[in-house]
């Protein structure tokens, strides 16, 4: 399976980054639909049987979006499939506690590093039922508007790498994705350092957010 190496940094100053992100003459991804809205739903066993591998099973719905922070329902939607767990080199001779998904992000590892593997859907409604007739649950839901990210062709030292932006109700967050190399440039042109780097997912950074705000945990999702 494609291993995907990553790392979050929380944004604090947005005007700021988006100032770096012009100095290094970043583009869109996607300059038609630059911003897009993504509803994912967790799935897993009642017994957390995939969290505890360190695995993660996930429909990400896809939908582009407005400045104004609204999906834009007349465009198409994408729905994607997400497999991931950790790698073959990192999980052999482990105990299956050991990924709990909070100690695998928090592990001292410089990089969150993981297997995934993605497949596009047209029927997310129908898979849903096949997989909670398999005794699998959706869980947890949350979503964030995405905007991506990178650098030109010419800017050698960041082949592969992707700077996604990710609005949530917890905050503005910056992912970047690619060759670790990469990764470690592009956060330091960003005025971050590695002490700055968070290997933890959205959920675990959504339960430490409620913790914070002494909040019941439900699903990280915007009010309306």
């Keep these: 399976m494609p291993q995907e190496t990553e790392i979050k940094l929380q944004l604090q100053n947005q005007k700021s980054f988006l100032r770096a992100l012009k100095r290094l003459r970043a583009t869109y991804i996607n300059a ?24 993660l099973l996930r429909i990400r719905t896809e939908t582009p979006a407005a400045s104004n922070k609204k999906p834009n329902l007349k465009t198409p939607r994408r729905h994607i499939l997400t497999f991931k767990s950790p790698p073959e080199s990192l999980a052999m001779g482990a105990q299956a506690s050991d990924f709990h998904p909070s100690r695998y992000s928090s592990s001292g590892r410089r ?3 993981r ?18 007739g398999l005794g699998l649950r959706g869980w947890f839901r949350y979503e ?25 109700p917890i905050g503005t967050y910056v992912e970047l994705e690619g060759p670790s190399p990469a990764i470690d440039r592009a956060a330091s042109e960003l005025g971050f350092s590695p002490r700055n780097y968070i290997q933890k997912n959205y959920l675990v950074l959504y339960l430490d957010d409620c913790k914070t705000r002494n909040e019941q945990p439900s699903h990280m999702l915007f009010k309306s």
């Design 111 to 113: 990089y969150k590093v």
């Design 115 to 132: 297997e995934e593997t993605e497949l596009v859907i047209t029927d997310p409604a129908t898979l849903q039922k096949i997989f909670e």
């Design 32 to 55: 038609k639909f630059p911003r897009v809205h993504e509803l994912n739903l967790l799935f897993d066993t009642p017994q957390g049987g995939l969290a505890k591998h360190g695995q």
């Design 144 to 168: 964030k508007y995405r905007t991506t990210y990178k650098l030109p062709a010419s800017t050698r030292w960041a082949q592969g790498l992707l700077i996604e932006l990710d609005e949530t």
